[in-house]
């Protein structure tokens, strides 16, 4: 390790260092305890500089994390057992365990890398990231997902919920949502992003957080989107709202 280096993790405004040399372990009785949540591992990741570089593991038997720079540029899935160097200044980690996902950030003094910002491109009311568009719908559902996330307003705790709360939160069916929902997985599972289309035993709850991470992860959606769902409640409350 460069002796400029030195790592600190951010939660719930707290911030927490890596040690020189050992690791900073995270989970619910781990160096950061996250929280008393028994769906979560006593200890998940564990974070320590290793070979000049600073490193994140996946300690864990079950849960997977995102880890994204703050542009959404670069994303990686951490499963169980994997680990990944830290090369950014800033990066944000999510995972989920049970019904709460959650969200720490990582900050480097030193790293190796520094990230640009790209712009999203908007074509025909269409949102396009990358090589995947998605409609204004598909964009609605995303933010119904992580509104919960989104409006915290700091890394921290939040819930994902279930889809028939999400359908009414927009004013739709169960059965529009799923839908809708199952489209905007196939498409991003088509370009790559695993996790999102059913296999074996994985429940719904585990594709729509998994959906939720990646959007945030890749800045799909932002608390500047918000206003989406303004606009929803203002049309829901309106005149021609329906009983």
């Not at 030195?6 to 900073?24: M, R, T």
């Not at 950061?32 to 591992?41: E, M, Q, T, W």
């Not at 670069?74 to 019904?99: D, E, K, N």
Request: net charge neutral; with cysteine; charged share 20%.
């Amino acid at each position: 390790m460069a002796a400029s280096s030195s790592a600190h993790v951010e939660y719930c405004g707290a911030q927490v260092p890596v040690p020189v040399s050992g690791v900073l372990s995270i989970g619910r009785q781990g160096d950061l305890a996250i929280d008393d949540n028994p769906f979560l591992h006593r200890r998940f990741l564990e974070l320590g500089f290793a070979d000049g570089m600073l490193w994140l593991a996946n300690v864990g038997t079950s849960t997977s994390a995102t880890i994204a720079d703050l542009q959404g540029l670069a994303q990686s899935w951490l499963a169980p057992g994997a680990r990944v160097p830290i090369v950014f200044t800033r990066t944000v980690a999510w995972f989920t365990a049970g019904p709460t996902t959650y969200e720490f950030e990582i900050v480097q003094a030193g790293a190796p890398f520094v990230s640009t910002v790209a712009s999203p491109v908007a074509e025909g009311g269409d949102t396009t990231m990358g090589r995947v568009s998605f409609t204004p719908d598909q964009r609605l559902l995303l933010l119904a997902l992580a509104e919960d996330i989104l409006r915290r307003g700091s890394r921290g705790a939040g819930a994902i919920p279930p889809s028939a709360a999400a359908a009414t939160r927009l004013g739709w069916t169960t059965t529009k949502f799923n839908r809708k929902l199952d489209n905007v997985c196939e498409k991003l599972a088509k370009i790559g992003i695993r996790g999102l289309v059913t296999e074996g035993e994985r429940s719904a709850s585990s594709r729509r957080a998994r959906l939720v991470e990646y959007a945030l992860a890749a800045r799909l959606i932002s608390s500047a989107d918000l206003e989406w769902l303004d606009a929803v409640d203002a049309r829901l409350a309106g005149p021609y709202a329906s009983d």
